[in-house]
């Protein structure tokens, strides 16, 4: 018998819960396959003030979204990558980190601080991978994407940065 903690929490997801059948009565994606219809993956912040479909003009089933603090190529994001490529029908990536993110203003050490500070948590165990310089970290994520081995050499690749207060895309030379 299980108990209580693994039981769904459903008094504090009635939000979600409700939202999700709202949604559900008006569904009309069901044909909608796995594969990117427009050949795009984004890798962009987990900000919630980003859109990333609305943004460049799409809809659901035209781009895969790939998410994390900082918009970071990591190696689940190279991995994801993979497998996007060779099976979901990705050609170009667009890495797209945005203006005012936390993981761009300020360092590792003030970060694991903070934390430990607020919720008395020592996270220093593990990389937010904080950025100075987000053009430079910016260059070296699509770097990284362009020069891994087991993607594709005609993988098109680029960075913009995207303003949280205009909506406007800022092309990155990388």
Partial sequence: ???SSSKFPKADFADILAANSK????????????TARRGLAIVTCMDS?????????????DAKILRNAGARVTDDVLRTLVLATYLLAVDRVLVMPHTDCRMASGDEESIHRTIHERHGVDTRGIAFR???DQRESLA?????????????????????????????LET???
């Fill in 1 to 3: 018998m299980a108990d």
């Fill in 23 to 34: 949604f559900v009565s008006s569904f009309k994606d069901e044909h909608l396959t796995g």
């Fill in 140 to 168: 070296q994520d699509v770097a990284s994407i362009r020069n891994y081995a087991l993607l594709p050499k005609t993988l098109k690749v680029a960075g913009a940065i995207y303003n949280v207060g205009t909506g406007e």
């Fill in 130 to 132: 904080t950025v100075k």
């Fill in 172 to 174: 990155v030379d990388c």
């Fill in 49 to 61: 003030r980003i859109n990333p479909l609305a943004i460049v003009g799409m809809g659901a089933g």
